[in-house]
């Protein structure tokens, strides 16, 4: 129970350091995923997405990528140029991140965080935290080649 609120502490911390440096439009629906490192994808817990929407985010869970083939659909569309994400409600295309929780000890917890965007473009960057006395701070984080999945 302990190490889930320390994941979901550190998922918080890597999401908006993601969505700081991605210079989001306000409004603009984002959709959150975790991936683990068996390929299998999970939506955000309600406690993360809670937490981001307190940053005036417009945030989702998605379990759109739950499957292979979703996520082989939504890659074809996105290296089309088409949105891969887009709100149910009004068609509002969005913005998909993709939170993949690499490791985690005691004191450094290393995470893989990708966002896809509207046109094609996506990033990803390798994020190492390390625990400072009670609080945990990003100590660096590495830009990888765009790869679609």
Known sequence: QAEKAVLTELCVTVTLDMLQQDKLTTGEPCFFTHGGDKGKFV?????IVKRIKKQGVNAHPT???VGK???????????????????????????????????YEENS??????????????????????????????????????HCF
Do not use: C, H
């Open 43 to 47: 939506p955000f817990r309600e406690s």
């Open 63 to 65: 379990t759109a990528m």
């Open 69 to 103: 083939g979703e996520v082989d659909e939504s890659s074809r569309r996105f290296r089309q140029g088409e949105p891969a994400f887009v709100l149910a409600e009004n068609n509002q295309p969005g913005r998909l991140y993709i939170i993949k929780f690499k490791n």
């Open 109 to 146: 917890a290393r995470f893989q965080a990708s966002m896809l965007k509207k046109k094609g473009v996506s990033s990803t960057y390798i994020y190492r935290l390390k625990k400072k006395g009670d609080a945990w701070e990003i100590e660096g984080k590495d830009r990888r080649m765009n």
